[in-house]
């Protein structure tokens, strides 16, 4: 079985920065793409960044040049920085970890971790 957990998300002023990691573990190989994923109260969840293995990075237009996504593969490890937060980044962040399979890939989810931007 495989493991999510995300740490370091909290209470912050519009501006200010934070710093989100997630680790991985259990019977793991290899991990194909991981990502950071959001969702606000009302709204569906959207991808806020990923980060392929060879280490290809995509954003959502929302936050480019504002957060950087970096992991760690020896390690399971992958990080979220935030700078220049703002209100409406305030949600429910989540870690996703795609892992192969013999039909191709399995998702694996962490519980979230909550993150408020005050105005």
């Known amino acids: 079985q495989v493991q999510l957990v995300e740490s370091g998300g909290g209470l912050v002023q519009a501006g200010g920065s934070l710093r989100l990691s997630c680790a991985a573990s259990g019977s793991i190989f290899r991990i194909n793409a991981m990502g950071w994923y959001r969702q606000a109260p009302g709204k569906q969840r959207e991808l806020v960044a990923y980060?392929?293995?060879?280490?290809?990075?995509n954003y959502a237009d929302s936050v480019k040049g504002r957060f950087t996504i970096s992991r760690e593969n020896a390690k399971n490890t992958m990080s979220l920085q935030m700078n220049s937060l703002k209100p409406e980044d305030t949600a429910v962040y989540f870690c996703?970890?795609?892992?192969?399979?013999?039909?191709?890939?399995?998702?694996?989810w962490g519980q979230g971790t909550q993150v408020t931007v005050s105005s």
């Open positions: 980060i392929t293995s060879g280490g290809s990075t």
């Open positions: 996703k970890a795609d892992l192969p399979i013999a039909s191709g890939s399995r998702a694996y």
